[in-house]
């Protein structure tokens, strides 16, 4: 079952490479019949954006990998090609998150890197892993605060285009024992950043420990989160974890894309879209969606990326790509 998952996300992302060929090859001679995104485009232009890959930077900063967490997509940081510069499988890679990172990479249209320990959230200073060299941050189940101007930094990034994606785990998960677990933390983000505080993404995170669900997705045909590049997405699975309460009246953009068995509309959302500014924000109720089951020695995993009772590869994928506006 699970070799014959993968197989199908390799393909999904093999399909992807020659979408993005496909739609090169006539954008090269000029073909007047693009769509109206491009057909303002010159070829110049176009082949240009379909060379620039897209810049995808993991946290490590905040205690990803503390307790059984193992929220990296190689132990090789910042850059995980110095573990492998052509990974085929998961197991290229040494994380949790490989799949995840290993899946984009496959694409050839993702460039990763990983924030290491140690490290600080900046945005505007110049550094080569500052947010203003990526197009996506991904908070993976953070589980210490952000400093002030670390919430800063990552509000000014998303108001200016960036895409941010968070994943919370449930209520009373401080793996490193410091007093913040992720519900906690992305709170304390929404709440109080210095730019807005008021929930700007128009979601807060439930203080939850749900013991297991399958949330499925809203019927949208047209969302390009549940119907992406990546494949079609149907549900996720819930293995102790959180969900969200929208508040529209905050920010009226903010969508709720799978919900909590049972709910609907503005409670027990699972899987959250919103905006701010010209960037875009994605948030997940629970990090064992994302364990591909493989990482470092030592940690308790469990295989969630391929769970056939979600579809937390396309979601997770999917999502990545609409943050990063590929
Ligand atoms: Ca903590
Ligand atoms: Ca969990
Ligand atoms: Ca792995």
Do not use: C
Not at 292 to 300: A, M, R
């Amino acid at each position: 079952m699970t070799i014959r998952i993968r197989a199908a996300a390799a393909l999904s992302g093999a399909a992807l490479l020659a979408a993005g060929l496909t739609t090169l090859a006539p954008a090269a001679t000029a073909a007047p019949t693009s769509n109206a995104a491009t057909s303002t485009a010159t070829a110049t232009t176009a082949t240009a954006a379909a060379a620039t890959p897209h810049r995808v930077l993991f946290d490590n900063s905040k205690a990803e990998t503390a307790g059984n967490a193992d929220w990296i997509i190689s132990t090789s940081q910042p850059d995980p090609l110095a573990q492998n510069p052509a990974p085929t499988t998961d197991k290229s890679w040494t994380g949790a998150l490989s799949a995840w990172g290993v899946a984009l990479q496959k694409t050839g249209q993702y460039s990763l890197k990983t924030l290491p320990a140690g490290s600080t959230i900046t945005y505007g200073t110049g550094g080569a892993l500052d947010l203003a060299n990526f197009d996506t941050f991904v908070l993976p189940e953070p589980n210490i605060r952000l400093s002030a101007s670390e919430k800063t930094a990552v509000m000014r990034f998303v108001q200016n285009g960036g895409g941010l994606f968070l994943v919370s785990d449930h209520v009373n998960s401080d793996r490193n024992n410091d007093g913040w677990d992720s519900p906690k933390i992305i709170n304390d983000l929404l709440t109080s950043n210095g730019v807005n505080n008021n929930d700007p993404f128009g979601f807060s995170v439930d203080l939850l420990n749900i013991t297991t669900d399958n949330p499925r997705a809203i019927n949208d045909a047209t969302d390009p989160v549940l119907h992406g590049p990546f494949g079609t997405v149907t549900g996720s699975i819930l293995r102790n974890g959180t969900t969200f309460t929208l508040k529209p009246a905050d920010n009226p953009s903010v969508k709720g894309l799978v919900y909590r068995t049972g709910s609907s509309g503005n409670t027990g959302a699972f899987f959250v879209t919103s905006t701010f500014g010209s960037g875009r924000v994605a948030v997940w109720g629970d990090s064992s969606p994302i364990d591909d089951g493989t990482g470092q020695s030592g940690n308790t995993l469990f295989n969630g990326w391929d769970d056939p009772a979600g579809t937390d590869a396309a979601l997770a994928l999917n999502a990545t790509a609409w943050l990063s506006k590929a």
